[in-house]
Nanobody, 128 residues
Framework: QVQLVESGGGLVQPGGSLRLSCAAS????????IGWFRQAPGKGREGLSC????????AYTDSVKGRFTISRDNAKGTVYLQMNNLKPEDTGVYYC?????????????????????WGQGTQVTVSS
């Protein structure tokens, strides 16, 4: 079974940092990308960042550019989201997801609706 498990969320003050982890297993090696998404309270899901399997290229939505960095450790089967300079508006549930097909991430898009499997999410709260 495909499983994605997020961890690393928590409560942090504005300006602080967190690193989220996404442990992935059980999926085909021939996937397209892994992405990070956020759902703020009362809001829809927003694609934040993605990393392509093929060449490791990354994409970011404007609101996190310069603050968030996506990376991967293939040996561990883990994708990370380093979040710096956190703002209250970053509060939400963060999900990782895997896209099996498509090329949206390679094309610089984080808002693809083609992600196939999702983790359970990890809560990030940015508050003083």
């Amino acid at each position: 079974q495909v499983q994605l498990v997020e961890s690393g969320g928590g409560l942090v003050q504005p300006g602080g940092s967190l690193r989220l982890s996404c442990a992935a297993s059980g999926f085909t090696a021939d996937y397209s990308a892994i992405g990070w998404f956020r759902q703020a309270p009362g809001k829809g899901r927003e694609g934040l960042s993605c990393i392509s399997r093929r060449d490791g290229s990354t994409a970011y939505t404007d609101s996190v550019k310069g603050r968030f960095t996506i990376s991967r450790d293939n040996a561990k089967g883990t994708v990370y989201l380093q979040m710096n300079n956190l703002k209250p508006e970053d509060t939400g549930v963060y999900y990782c997801a895997i896209e099996l097909y498509g090329s949206s991430c390679q094309m610089g898009r984080t808002d693809s609706n083609q992600y196939d499997f999702w983790g359970q999410g990890t809560q990030v709260t940015v508050s003083s």
